[in-house]
């Protein structure tokens, strides 16, 4: 049977925009705005059912607000992103928590891990280091938690140019297909959880937040907050998350967007040669 085309106004999708933004604290990109709209108007054809009908569903049942968030963000990503970043972990900050604690376990928080790239890169790099990680995986979509956890990826992981350096680590976990499938040891140190950046400083959430973290990655959300959600995000790991001396890396690309403004006092910035990353400040004894 086929479907009719469906059109929304603009006051009805403006309308589907503000529960994403109540429920989540996203704001779409202008880029995307057009692509979203067409989405929804799909799914209302799809479906059969009227927009207000749609609505409701979007509200009660969580698969299909998933959905809605999936299309309103980019969940494209790869291993070892932003190889600086990682480099500096492998030259600088592992060799310095390996001499100064030993064996101690490492806590490692990555904050939005899509598909789970980045915690596995982390874990990967980490071990390659001689350092014992614990890393949480959190992110708002089930879905790709689900990914996550399985720890299987596609060759479309890996990217020509950057990461490249550190890509050899993967070696023992390529098949033949260029599938990367990695092995209960790596999966066993990593944790998924989901969370939702916007309401992670409620009493409720507050109780299931990785604590005492010694890194976290924060990278290419920020992009969809306002000023007012950065801030209240930044507050809250720096208050209740970060570990004393802890350091919290955001994507270099967003670094404009983090101005004086938004970043807590207990939070410095640090740039260490051509890296940018923020770390909690100790405590005056």
């Known amino acids: ?17 503000d529960i ?6 996203i ?11 067409a989405f929804i ?28 968030v999936n299309e309103s963000t980019v969940n ?29 376990r490492m806590k490692i928080w990555s904050a939005a891990c899509s598909y789970g790239e980045e915690p596995y890169s982390l ?8 350092i014992k990680a614990m890393v949480t995986a959190s992110d708002i979509n089930s879905i790709v938690l689900d990914h996550c956890k399985k720890g299987v990826f596609l060759g479309s992981s890996l990217r020509s140019v950057d990461g490249v350096s550190l890509q050899p680590l993967l070696n023992p976990y390529k098949k033949d297909d260029q599938t990367i ?41 920020f992009i969809y907050f306002n000023q007012e959600l950065r801030a209240k995000i930044l507050r809250t790991i720096t208050e209740k998350c970060l570990a004393e001396g802890g350091i919290l890396f955001v994507s270099m690309s967003e670094i404009a967007q983090i101005g004086s403004d938004v970043v807590p006092p207990g ?6 040669g051509n890296v940018f990353y923020f770390r909690k400040k100790k405590e005056m004894k």
Request: glycine content about 4%; hydrophobic content about 40%; aromatic content about 10%.
């Open 27 to 37: 704001v779409p990109r202008a880029t995307h705005r057009d692509g979203i709209k």
């Open 20 to 25: 994403l933004r109540s429920r989540t604290g």
């Open 123 to 130: 874990a990967l790099l980490a071990k390659s280091c001689g």
């Open 267 to 272: 939070l410095e910035r640090v740039v260490d």
């Open 181 to 221: 499938v990695f092995d209960d040891e790596i999966k066993s140190s990593i944790r998924t959880q989901k969370i939702n950046l916007s309401t992670m400083d409620s009493p409720a959430a507050s109780l299931f937040l990785p604590k005492n973290q010694n890194i976290i990655f924060l990278r290419n959300v």
């Open 76 to 104: 494209e990503t790869y291993f070892f992103r932003e190889e600086k970043q990682f480099a500096l972990l492998r030259d600088r900050i592992f060799p310095i928590w390996k001499a100064e604690f030993g064996e101690m």
């Open 41 to 68: 108007e799909r799914r209302i054809s799809e479906k059969e059912i009227s927009v207000l009908g749609y609505k409701n569903e979007i509200l009660s049942d969580d698969g299909l607000f998933t959905e809605l």
């Open 1 to 17: 049977m086929s479907q009719n085309s469906v059109f929304i106004t603009q006051e009805e999708f403006e309308s589907f925009l």
